[in-house]
């Protein structure tokens, strides 16, 4: 595997269902991103680690949990959402925080 | 909080024709711009990196440039080919990446 991998590629779930996505990356990287893009509207930035600490959370739900175990792993925990949350959320990783940044294939959230 | 506008937001055009996307930003204390093309359904692919320091970047048939003090930076594709049909986003490295809405190119055979 190379690059950044994220499992699963598609994901349905109902309201009261407790999920995770996970995202790998085999480039070296200190920095890991969670991004949720809607349709019609700007990618958002969810959270940021680096060095396994997270520098950045944006003001987002607490319904979303994320957790980076090591440097190259980053879960993204999902519990009690709500369908205006069904969104493509995308892992990135970047050597350090202002570097350029990889992306992940996605994970395409439906929410019932 | 910096805001970021992409123009156009759709553009269609034939096989070999030159083109320019825009990007424009609200705060110039930028540390980076970075372009990305985005294929539907799928992650976002980095094509070019500016840092603040820089004026363009070149690779291939795309040329980036950044002119800080105005707030805008474009995105020069050459020779256009129907290969390069996709959403073109940018990012604007301030306190963190903030992404315009894209530009979805269609480049017809």
């Known amino acids: 595997e190379t690059g950044v991998t994220q499992t699963p590629r598609h994901l349905v779930m109902g309201m009261t269902n407790k999920k995770s996505l996970k995202c790998e990356q085999h480039?070296?990287?200190?920095?890991m991103y969670w991004y949720k893009q809607s349709a019609k509207k700007p990618l958002e930035l969810m959270f940021v680690?680096?060095?396994?600490?997270?520098?950045e959370n944006n003001s987002v739900p607490s319904r979303f949990s994320p957790e980076c175990p090591n440097s190259s792993h980053l879960f993204l925990h999902l519990h009690t959402l709500q369908p205006e949350d069904s969104a493509l959320y995308l892992c990135?990783?970047?050597?350090?925080?202002?570097?350029?940044?990889?992306f992940g294939p996605g994970t395409r959230l439906t929410v019932l | 909080k910096q805001e970021v506008t992409q123009i156009p937001a759709a553009l269609s055009v034939p096989e070999g024709e030159n083109l320019v996307l825009n990007c424009s930003f609200t705060?110039?204390?930028?540390?980076?711009l970075q372009w990305f093309r985005q294929d539907p359904g799928k992650g976002l692919t980095s094509l070019l990196l500016?840092?603040?320091?820089?004026r363009e970047q070149t690779s291939g048939r795309l040329n980036a440039s950044l002119d800080k003090s105005s707030g805008r930076s474009t995105l020069y594709i050459a020779a256009s080919q129907p290969g390069d049909s996709a959403t073109y986003l940018c990012?604007?490295?301030?306190?963190?990446?903030?992404f315009g809405s894209g530009t979805k190119l269609n480049v017809k055979p």
């Open positions: 500016i840092q603040s320091s820089q």
């Open positions: 990135a990783s970047s050597q350090a925080v202002r570097d350029t940044q990889y």
């Open positions: 480039l070296g990287h200190n920095a």
């Open positions: 705060d110039s204390a930028i540390y980076n």
């Open positions: 990012a604007v490295g301030f306190n963190k990446f903030y």
């Open positions: 680690y680096s060095l396994e600490e997270r520098v």
